[in-house]
């Protein structure tokens, strides 16, 4: 069940790490889902990764969510003195009315313009601009740009395999 739910292991920040190797996640995203997804019937949609998964429809449209939360939490970071960022149920938010009754090609607009915008930001930012940051009340610590831009390369990478689980699934039903 651990390799369903995180197919490529947990985050672990590496510091060392490139970040044009983080930036080529972000920037590779829309594509790659829309490579996944591009025949999906309606009736794939509702096919989970896992058992007590999300479905492709939950998946797609939470992650232009937590994206759309993260560049907020970067253009907080830039623009106010170490801010402490909103932390958000994503779980209640795959839940609402918009995420069943909107087609997630949606959210892949959405995350297309928006990965645009963020990698345009994040290739702009100096060395001393990534390491600034924000306070995550939920996880308890502060985190820097650097930091975060790792997280979500993580992030589309790790959605990306649940994706790719969906698709085997439909594809050997």
């Known amino acids: ?14 510091p ?12 590779s995203l829309p594509n790659s889902i829309k490579n996944i997804i591009n025949d999906f019937t309606e009736d ?10 999300w479905n492709g429809r939950q998946l797609v ?14 253009k907080l970071a830039l623009t106010e003195e170490r801010p402490t960022i909103r932390p958000y149920y994503e779980d209640r938010w795959a839940l609402l009315a918009d995420v ?6 949606e959210s892949l607009q959405i995350l297309t313009a928006l990965h645009n915008r963020w990698t345009i930001l994040i290739e702009s930012l ?12 939920g996880d308890e610590k502060w985190v820097t740009l650097l930091e975060n831009t790792a997280f979500y390369a993580w992030h589309c990478d790790h959605h990306l395999a649940h994706l790719k689980l969906i698709d085997d699934k439909r594809k050997n039903q």
């Open 44 to 53: 794939d949609w509702a096919i989970t990764y896992r058992p007590g998964g």
């Open 126 to 137: 100096s060395p001393e601009d990534l390491n600034k940051s924000f306070y995550h009340p």
């Open 100 to 105: 069943s009754a909107v087609h997630p090609m």
């Open 16 to 27: 060392q790490e490139k970040l044009s190797n983080y930036l080529q996640s972000l920037t």
């Open 61 to 74: 449209h939470h992650i232009a969510d937590s994206h759309m939360n993260s560049f907020i939490r970067f």
């Open 1 to 14: 069940m651990k390799n369903l739910q995180y197919p490529i292991g947990r985050f672990q920040f590496q």
